[in-house]
């Protein structure tokens, strides 16, 4: 419903905002769990955000630049992310296995 993160969006900065917007006004409901144990997160700075991103601005820019693009996309109503793309995600090194006469 939602196509995940966009993922023409800069490496760092303002993913979750844009997710947690698109998703409010599509309708879906936000409930914040209260379990300490659930909501665990991995604490990180900005640099530690951006040290191995694919980019050289700061995360300060790409923040900037994401939160405009998801102005611009929510303005005009784009809600679901990355409709145009075939495959979403990292798609290097993904292998696929098969199995040819395995007994049951």
């Given at each position: 419903?939602?196509?995940?993160?966009?993922?023409?969006?800069?490496?760092?900065?303002y993913q979750d905002n844009d997710l947690l917007s698109r998703a409010r006004?599509?309708?879906?409901?936000?409930?914040?769990?209260?379990?300490?144990?659930?909501?665990?997160?991995?604490?990180?700075?900005?640099?530690?955000?951006?040290?191995?991103?694919?980019?050289?601005?700061?995360?300060?820019?790409?923040?900037?630049?994401?939160?405009?693009?998801?102005?611009?996309?929510?303005?005009?109503?784009?809600?679901?992310?990355?409709?145009?793309?075939?495959?979403?995600?990292?798609?290097?090194?993904?292998?696929?296995?098969?199995?040819?006469?395995?007994?049951?």
């Amino acid at each position: 419903m939602l196509g995940g993160y966009d993922e023409s969006f800069d490496p760092a900065g303002y993913q979750d905002n844009d997710l947690l917007s698109r998703a409010r006004l599509m309708g879906l409901n936000y409930i914040h769990l209260q379990d300490a144990e659930y909501n665990r997160a991995i604490v990180t700075t900005n640099k530690e955000e951006i040290a191995h991103a694919s980019s050289e601005k700061s995360w300060k820019e790409m923040n900037r630049n994401n939160r405009q693009l998801s102005s611009k996309n929510i303005t005009s109503r784009k809600l679901k992310a990355n409709t145009d793309r075939e495959h979403i995600g990292i798609t290097d090194h993904i292998y696929t296995f098969t199995y040819n006469n395995i007994d049951k």
